[in-house]
């Protein structure tokens, strides 16, 4: 199955790179708005962003692990709230096209640009059989970058067999509760929403935890947790990153002046400190992915020993780059206390800990295998839970 759609670049860290500039300007407006504004969106579309993790088939990219955690921290380096909805929207865009039947992916995937799908993978609706298909109803949260999408993913339950299925479903067809009054990550529009007996056909839908594509290569064999890990993995990096590069700058720009930080031995040890947990927390990152991209490259499922270590290396990320937040906030003075990048990405890291793949269950679970003491288990999603079998 073939589209009309230009291939995308082959660079796709470039390609993010390029757009550092025109995000850092438009993060106000983005933030004052509380959606990407126009021309970011447009950007993320011209570059082909969309479809980094969309099959090669279908004219996009498949992009690698380690290639996708550098797109998105280099995106987060630039503004934490596009690197979001870029990372959300572009899992739920190529996990649909790999996974949804031929009769989906040939009503979503027209026109010049790349569908955007968004929606809600955790707490589950309502699903009953109707015919070849489903009826579903139910109320979500959190769903990153719906502002800008055509399609909605969204989990449910069917009723009479207890199978956690994906929909996908027009946007129209679902009501948006525009809600999103936070205090991070205000651009990304996270707003809930509400589903009430809608008809999905059975091609419009996949089990949830599948590690089978129907089309697309190894990358799609990681199942989309593993996406949501890699997307988080690389915000983490970007956000600590550019943290600590402002604190830099702040620091060198008032040197010279009597009694200024410049000249502070012990504010050189914090930011050295600092330094070091970003590049062990990078390092980590890294190996485990690429750990897991030869585990698939192999041919392999990833075995409950990677799948942890993904995890950890998540969890590790997201907690360091919250410690260095908060020692760059300090650092910072009244500088940070006011309007401008170090405060907004202050608060936008605060924000992304809230999220379910760096919560207190992770690291216990994490703990629990490593220490010998759940043999027989395996993940699913976030949960460590004896294994199938």
Known sequence: MTTTRTQLPGDLVAAARDLQP??????????QAGELVAPVADALHDSGLFGMWVPRPLGGAELDPLSSVQVVQTLAEADPSAAWVLMAAALATGTGGAYLGDEAVAAMFTGP?????????TRP?????????????????????IKHAQWIHTLGVVEDTGEPLIFVLPVEQAQLVDNWDVMG???TGSIDYTIEDVPVPAAFTHHGPTETPVRG?????????HFALIGH???ALGVSRRMLDELAALVRSKAGRPGTMA???????????AEARWHAARAFVHDAWRAAAAAIGAGRPLD???????RLALYNATWAAHEISQAVYRAGGTTALRSGAIQQYFRDMHAGTQHVTSAPGVIEACGRHLGGLAPGHDWLYMNLVPAEG
Request: aromatic share 10%; hydrophobic share 40%; charged share 20%.
């Open 185 to 187: 990550l205000q651009a």
């Open 113 to 121: 640009r790349f569908p955007v799908v968004a929606g809600q993978g």
């Open 304 to 310: 409950v020993q990677e799948k942890t270590m993904v």
């Open 217 to 225: 290569g190894d990358v799609f064999r990681l199942g989309i947790i």
């Open 22 to 31: 025109l995000l850092r300007d438009h993060a106000a407006a983005s933030e």
């Open 263 to 273: 000249d502070n031995p012990h504010f050189h040890t914090v930011y050295g400190e």
């Open 125 to 145: 609706g309502r699903a009953v059989r109707d015919g070849d298909g489903y009826r579903l109803s139910g109320s979500w949260s959190f769903a990153s970058g």
């Open 233 to 235: 993995s690389g915000w």
